[in-house]
């Protein structure tokens, strides 16, 4: 199985190909074709999962593409310990979520086409999943953001949708521009792109020092766009425009993850260059605690929601960044489980009460009761809450950053008190208490809620499920991982942590100790600031966006005086030089026959008149010749 | 009395023929000039017969036949003159000239 | 030897008024005048057999049909009419050069001389059976030719539908 992992990706992308061209026929049955691709697609996963599971090795398919002589290109696949987890996240997840978009997109004019596009997503995540070297990656990558593009601006009907899709896809952009320069350098030193050779090359040294680290963070760059890390992460929450399962597939779970997995595919640079890792870690503690911080104001479920996976996905690049690979990795992977079903339930929510907001919710508990269970599971796993998953994946992460630098565990741990505290309150503020807001509440159908059971019964289990026998730590590992000494000082301080944010929500929200805007009264300009998201994206405005606007107004005038007027003079000139080819041609190609044909006439006309008809003539032309005969034969000789 | 001077004269009485049928314009004064033609080659022949010692006085022989042919010849293009004065009621040569152009 | 120039002058003389008179009739008489000089030159070179014929066949017969037509073909408007065409300038040089190159080519030739030397009697005799001996093919198909002639002559100019 593991030698067709291939296909995996071509399934969901036959299924893409079907929904967009005969989607209009099909209508609702575009989704079963969806379903029953990344159905597939996930058994076959399983298989190779399993398969890696029992002690299979790292297997790579790399045929020659292109060959220019000095340098061979291959296109081909590889699949690892990594990869098998990666496929089982992104195939499970999008299966859910194509489950629950049977309900959630019920009655939606453009059906088929969204059933198109998750396929379309689908396969661009898997074949960056399975990618063997930077073009590969880079391509599906490109793929993946134009995905997400179409998805995030699927109601592109409303201004502020096709506004995030574009801001979406232009902040990747900028990451994108780093990441491609990076993998030039990577090719200009190592003279190949496949992940193994570069590994190599770089043991051998031909990339080090501070090339190494500079094509480090290049590449890097890319997944600062990807995975939303400050200072691009400014287009996550714009991206909550999009349909709910959009943000639960894409923002979740699978596409900002992807910057993480490129981290964890590229780790030889990292792990040569300690320059480059600590740029890793810095960043990604700085978002974490940054996003955190806009969490705790925030209304719109969903953006919260939003500002809660910046911050996780600023764990995960930060894990990797101390060294902690494998606690990176498996933190993604419980976070994929959690997030999708935090985002999944707040769809649930919308679908129910029609609102967003969650100061207009409450006391939703007593109509959704799945929903909200297996929201309270979700919130205790992001918490970190033992048994929960979270609570394992994040412990690995703490304890990494415990042992590379103390700063950076305070700040984490910090991270940790106001993640429990922003998801606790909005637990609270949705579910319990009294409905703020006259709403009309009701639960969702079977097709929402049983991909919210599986899911919740996936973030109560998948975390010790994994720590079984370290299972985790041999499928995904740098190196010969060291396990790290589990100190148990760090785990109470985490769980500690956890319990104080849930502690110090229910005294807000629950049990009412604290009035209600009590912090925003006393800080308000604290407040202020964290509601604008900290004037990023007006600065953003202000420095990048108008000089561009403006710059390219003055283009533009540029072009339609000059260029246009240059284009339009060339025309002008056209048609001048037309206009004498006219004469040209009617006086002297014209002339020419005419003349020709003229010449001919006078020709004739002069030599017909040989033919006088008169025999007298013709005679004496014969005398005349007759008497010069015989000169000529009598007199010269 | 040599032959010399007979060819020169039956040479300036040809010439006159000549003359005559390339410039007159009465159809009639042609055929004449015509007969003035064939008379210059008679002389020649007679001269030639009475200074050379032709054999079979083949000088005298041919002359005969000549005249023959001319009487013949002009006979027959008498008739063709009066043929076409019928048609055309002129008989200058100006005027037969269909085949131009 | 006199008679012979005298003969010779008058023919070319009468040769040229032929071909310059402007009444047609002055031209077929002229014509005749030649004729007999011709016929004299004839009878000065001991061709007296030819000279005779010369006369019957010639002047008897000849000029008389063409006087004939002549006369038939006659109108009033052609006396005042230009005889000869604009051609002439062109026709003198080209016959004079003829005549020159003819007669210097004669000058130019040896030719061995030897006299003929005529039958007291006449030729007519020795004509006579030459004509009928060695000649006797070409004197048959001359007579075919004359009954062609007579004949296209009479076809030529009969009258119309007969």
């Known amino acids: 199985m593991i030698n067709y992992a291939y296909i995996i990706p071509f399934l969901p992308l036959a299924a893409f190909a079907v929904n967009i061209f005969f989607g209009k026929k099909l209508k609702g049955a575009s989704a079963y074709i969806g379903i029953a691709a990344i159905s597939a697609s996930f058994l076959m996963s399983l298989s190779i999962f399993f398969a890696f599971l029992g002690g299979a090795q790292r297997f790579e398919v790399n045929p020659e593409w292109l060959n220019l002589g000095a340098v061979k290109f291959g296109m081909g696949f590889l699949v690892d310990g990594m990869t098998s987890v990666m496929l089982i996240v992104v195939t499970l997840v999008s299966l859910l979520v194509q489950i629950y978009s049977i309900g959630y997109m019920h009655g939606d004019p453009r059906y088929p086409r969204y059933y198109a596009y998750l396929g379309l997503f689908t396969f661009s995540m898997l074949l960056l999943v399975i990618a063997n070297n930077f073009a590969m990656m880079f391509v599906s990558w490109e793929l993946v953001g134009v995905s997400s593009y179409l998805l995030i601006g699927f109601w592109f009907e409303k201004k502020s949708a096709s506004d995030a899709g574009k801001k979406a896809f232009i902040t990747n952009k900028f990451g994108d521009f780093g990441f491609s320069i990076g993998i030039m350098m990577i090719f200009a030193f190592c003279g190949t792109l496949n992940f193994g050779e570069v590994s190599n090359a770089i043991a051998k040294g031909a990339l080090s020092g501070s090339t190494l680290t500079l094509a480090g963070i290049l590449v890097f760059c890319g997944a600062i766009g990807k995975s939303a890390q400050f200072p691009l992460h400014v287009w996550l929450p714009d991206a909550m425009e999009g349909p709910t399962p959009v943000s639960a597939l894409i923002h979740a779970a699978t596409m900002v993850a992807a910057g993480v997995y490129l981290v964890a595919r590229t780790y030889f640079l990292y792990a040569a260059s300690p320059t480059a890792s600590a740029v890793v870690a810095y960043t990604g503690v700085f978002t974490a605690f940054f996003a955190a911080t806009m969490a705790l104001v925030a209304t719109d479920i969903k953006r919260v929601l939003a500002f809660s996976t910046v911050s996780q996905l600023g764990y995960m690049i930060m894990a990797l960044g101390v060294g902690g690979f494998t606690a990176g990795m498996f933190h993604l992977t419980t976070h994929a489980f959690f997030k999708a079903l935090l985002f999944l339930g707040a769809g649930s929510v919308i679908h129910g009460a029609a609102t967003q907001d969650i100061r207009e919710m409450g006391g939703l508990g007593k109509h959704m009761k799945i929903t909200m269970v297996t929201f309270f599971i979700a919130c205790l796993a992001i918490a970190g809450i033992p048994p929960f998953s979270g609570f394992y994946s994040k412990d690995e992460v703490l304890l990494a950053a415990f042992n590379y630098s103390k700063p950076i565990y305070i700040a984490a741990t910090f991270t940790a008190f106001m993640t429990a505290f922003y998801m606790f309150r909005l637990f609270f503020r949705t579910f319990t208490g009294e409905m703020r807001t006259k709403l009309d509440p009701h639960e969702s159908p079977f097709t929402m809620t049983i991909p919210l059971m599986v899911l919740a019964v996936l973030s109560v289990v998948a975390g010790w499920l994994f720590v079984q026998g370290h299972a985790f730590e041999t499928l995904v590992h740098f190196k010969e991982g060291a396990a790290e000494e589990g100190s148990l000082l760090v785990v109470w301080i985490s769980i500690a942590a956890s319990v104080l944010g849930i502690g110090l929500a229910s005294a807000i929200y629950v049990f009412k100790v604290v009035p209600d805007g009590y912090f925003r009264n006393k800080f308000p300009g604290i407040h202020k600031v964290l509601i604008n998201k900290w004037y990023v994206d007006e600065f953003y405005d202000r420095t990048v966006i108008k000089p561009s606007l403006n710059l390219a107004r003055r283009f533009f005038s540029f072009d339609s005086k000059y260029v246009d007027g240059a284009v339009n003079l060339t025309g002008i000139i056209n048609v001048i030089i037309s206009k004498l080819h006219n004469i040209f041609d009617k006086a002297a190609v014209d002339g020419a026959v005419n003349g020709v044909a003229a010449a001919a006439q006078g020709g004739g006309g002069i030599l017909r008149r040989v033919q006088t008809g008169l025999v007298q003539n013709y005679m004496l032309i014969l005398v005349a010749g007759a008497a010069l005969a015989v000169v000529v034969f009598f007199f010269i000789k | ?101 | 030897m006199l008679l012979l120039l005298l003969f010779a002058a008058i023919a070319i003389i009468s040769a040229v008024l032929v071909v310059s008179m402007k009444n047609i009739m002055h031209c077929a008489l002229f014509l005749a005048l030649f004729l007999l000089s011709v016929a004299g030159i004839f009878f000065c070179l001991d061709a007296d057999f030819l000279g005779i014929v010369q006369i019957l066949v010639y002047v008897g017969g000849i000029i008389v049909l063409i006087l004939f037509a002549v006369m038939l073909t006659s109108r009033v408007s052609s006396a005042l009419m230009e005889q000869t065409n604009e051609q002439k300038g062109l026709a003198i040089t080209a016959c004079l050069l003829l005549s020159a190159a003819i007669t210097a080519a004669a000058f130019k030739t040896n030719l061995v001389t030897s006299f003929y030397g005529a039958d007291p009697d006449g030729t007519t005799r020795a004509t006579g059976e030459l004509l009928l001996t060695v000649y006797a093919l070409p004197f048959e198909i001359a007579s075919i030719v004359l009954l062609v002639a007579l004949i296209g002559a009479i076809v030529l100019a009969g009258k119309k539908g007969e």
């Open chain 2, 1 to 101: 009395m040599m032959l010399v001077p007979f060819i020169g004269i039956s040479a300036i009485i040809f010439a006159i023929g000549v003359y005559g049928a390339l410039t007159r314009r009465n159809a009639i004064g042609i055929l004449m000039s015509l007969e003035l033609m064939f008379n210059a080659a008679n002389i020649n022949l007679v001269a030639a017969n009475k200074f050379l010692n032709l054999e079979n006085s083949i000088g005298i022989i041919f002359p005969i036949f000549i005249i023959t042919i001319a009487a013949a010849e002009a006979a027959v293009g008498l008739a063709i003159i009066l043929s076409i004065y019928r048609q055309i009621k002129s008989v200058y040569v100006e005027k037969i000239n269909i085949m131009k152009w």
